[in-house]
């Protein structure tokens, strides 16, 4: 039997997701690309954000934006170099392929670089092909800033 999730959390607030990221820094520390699903507004840019600033203890790196429009930005930390892709524009198969999506995802497969894949869902192939990649999937719960954030380890034996 295949598992769904190695883990799965209620969050309830902004402040809770924010302790809950730094408390899993180790985890984010070990991966190469983390995959990150969710509505518009589930909070995955907010997500990317919170774990930068756990492996940079607190400093974002001022290119940090929100790359909607902009469909590769690369942020020079102190502890690694980031990664942001948001695949929300990309329309078809083609177009991925010619975007340099795939090249800049495999120039990133080393210790020190991570990077984050927002929208994977529309080109779920991708979450196939790289080692040591994380697969999280944000939820609206209840209440306003509450989430429910599911995480699955992809390719772990590579
Ligand atoms: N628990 C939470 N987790 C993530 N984002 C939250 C949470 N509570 C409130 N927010 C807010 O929701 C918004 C999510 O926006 P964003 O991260 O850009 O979404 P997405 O990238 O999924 O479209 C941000 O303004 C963020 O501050
Ligand atoms: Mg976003």
Do not use: C
Not at 15 to 25: G, H, I
Not at 120 to 149: C, M, P, T, W
């Amino acid at each position: 039997m295949t598992k769904n999730s190695d883990f799965d959390v209620k969050i309830s607030s902004h402040k809770e997701l924010v302790s809950w990221v730094q408390s899993q820094k180790q985890l984010w520390m070990t991966k190469n690309i983390v995959f990150i699903d969710g509505d518009l507004g589930a909070g995955k840019t907010e997500l990317t954000k919170q774990i930068i600033l756990s492996l940079e203890s607190g400093q974002l790196p001022k290119e940090f934006g929100s790359p909607t429009y902009n469909l590769i930005h690369e942020y020079p930390g102190q502890s690694k170099k980031y990664l942001h892709i948001d695949l929300y524009r990309m329309e078809s198969f083609e177009e991925l392929e010619s975007s340099g999506v795939l090249e800049s995802l495999e120039e990133n497969q080393t210790e020190n670089n991570l990077a984050f894949v927002e929208w994977s869902n529309k080109f779920s192939y991708l979450r196939g092909l790289f080692k040591n990649s994380l697969h999280v999937q944000i939820e609206r719960a209840d209440r306003d800033e509450g989430r429910r954030i599911r995480g699955l380890n992809l390719n772990p034996q590579r």
